[in-house]
């Protein structure tokens, strides 16, 4: 009897040693310190013994003053060998970006996971990421400053990718001998592409807009994709913008349609250069343009006077304020409606989520997700609307943020507003710098139906 326990317990002690406990590391990619602007990997790698038998969650890094994401969802397994010991790996990289110097801590979050033990059977674990601190600048201007910015940059407050910009533009139609021959009432449409190595789309600041008078010119919407391989065929990936301006001849005549600067700080010597789209001389001739409608079937042989022109302008204002206060009214009730369904003491969601949500609308360009849940964050949070938070905080990049963000929501039809596009990248920024610490919504009186007047 006493030979039988005695053998037990020497498998069960050979058991245990023979089973090593989980963990996971974190690997900086980059020498520090780094700059500001620029973006650096972060590999944090999960091991376990034998085999996942699933999954493990990787968490959002919130890091107030800094940009963190996963710009990649696919993970990469792989196996590794540890004091003769073979552990299973599952790795993800967090890209960081960092809009002010100082020195940044990622937080200690813990990761769940499941993995096979030495008979096969689920074994479930949690492990902790290690304390690591990333340095970004030589001193500066430290975190919690009243500008909320490096001031003292060389961008003068404003964060640049911290890498080489690669511009290209096409134009349609295609110049002639570096010149492009048109007709009065023709379009030229002007394809601009900002490839960014090893840095994300949205940290590509818009390209200014520019054009000579008596020629009107229209935005579309950016394009932002990251993980792209320039089609030179470098094994560099990166982020790629795509800008796409419409300008309109209305009369004939000689045009130099501006060049178009892109600015990023030189990884070297960290000194702001550019990167440009050449500027593009236009001949405009008098002639039918070639891609005229018909007679009575499109606008270019409408012909309105001063008075048919300001009463259309009239129009579609009063229409875009109908459809604001229908929005607001709209989202509005259904706020209340949430509310009373959920009950007094059931709360929101918290102020942590919203204020992840907000970032994640920021760098999809949603702008009206991102003013609604921006609000929603500044309310619980605040007990204040988001333009009177902003006011209050003396943030200069986020009252300029926000500001841009209105006037693009909220603009008059004749404010030509669709020749503005919004970025949400100056936002999404600002607004990290502030950690969504409270988890409590702020007790207000019960809502209105109605926005206050005065809102907008």
């Not at 890498?163 to 001998?177: C, E, F, M």
């Not at 590509?204 to 065929?233: H, M, N």
């Not at 579609?316 to 206060?325: F, N, S």
């Amino acid at each position: 009897m006493l030979i039988a326990i005695c053998v037990t317990l020497l498998l069960m002690l050979r058991t245990a040693i023979a089973a090593p406990a989980p963990m996971v590391r974190v690997e900086v990619a980059a020498p520090q310190p780094i700059r500001v602007g620029q973006q650096v990997s972060v590999d944090v790698t999960v091991l376990a013994p034998n085999f996942f038998m699933s999954a493990p969650t990787f968490p959002t890094l919130d890091v107030p003053g800094a940009i963190v994401t996963l710009p990649d969802a696919r993970a990469l397994n792989g196996t590794q060998s540890i004091d003769g010991v073979t552990f299973a790996t599952i790795s993800k990289t967090y890209a960081f970006v960092a809009a002010q110097d100082g020195d940044f801590d990622l937080p200690q979050a813990t990761i769940a996971l499941t993995y096979a033990g030495n008979d096969g059977a689920p074994q479930q674990a949690t492990v902790t990421l290690p304390a690591t601190r990333i340095r970004v600048g030589a001193g500066g201007v430290p975190k919690g400053s009243p500008d909320g910015v490096q001031s003292g940059g060389p961008s003068g407050g404003v964060l640049l990718p911290v890498v080489q910009l690669n511009v290209t533009q096409t134009l349609s139609p295609a110049p002639d001998h570096d010149v492009v021959q048109l007709k009065v009432g023709d379009t030229l449409v002007r394809t601009v592409a900002t490839f960014a190595p090893g840095t994300q789309a949205m940290l590509i600041r818009p390209p200014k807009l520019d054009a000579p008078r008596r020629v009107r010119v229209f935005a579309a919407d950016p394009k932002l994709s990251d993980g792209v391989t320039p089609s030179s065929g470098t094994p560099t990936t990166g982020g790629l913008r795509i800008d796409t301006f419409s300008y309109v001849f209305e009369r004939k005549g000689t045009y130099t349609l501006p060049a178009i600067t892109l600015d990023w700080t030189d990884p070297a010597t960290g000194r702001v250069s550019h990167s440009d789209a050449p500027a593009i001389r236009v001949v405009v001739a008098t002639g039918a343009s070639a891609g005229a409608l018909t007679p009575g079937t499109g606008w270019s042989n409408l012909s309105l006077d001063a008075e048919s022109i300001g009463g259309v302008l009239a129009g579609v204002a009063g229409l875009a304020v109908l459809g604001l206060v229908i929005w607001r009214t709209h989202s509005r009730w259904h706020t209340v409606r949430r509310r009373h369904d959920e009950g007094p003491d059931r709360g929101r969601p918290n102020a942590k989520s919203l204020h992840a949500e907000v970032i994640q609308a920021c760098r999809a360009g949603d702008g009206v997700a991102a003013y609604r849940l921006a609000q929603n964050w500044c309310e619980d949070v605040t007990g204040h609307g988001l333009a009177a938070w902003a006011q209050t905080t003396r943030d200069v990049p986020l009252i300029d943020a926000v500001s841009t963000l209105e006037r693009r929501l909220f603009a008059q039809a004749d404010d030509a507003a669709g020749q503005h596009v919004w970025d949400g990248g100056p936002l999404a920024i600002a607004f990290s710098r502030y950690a969504a610490t409270a988890t409590q919504p702020v007790r207000r009186d019960a809502p209105s139906f109605l926005a206050p007047l005065n809102m907008f």
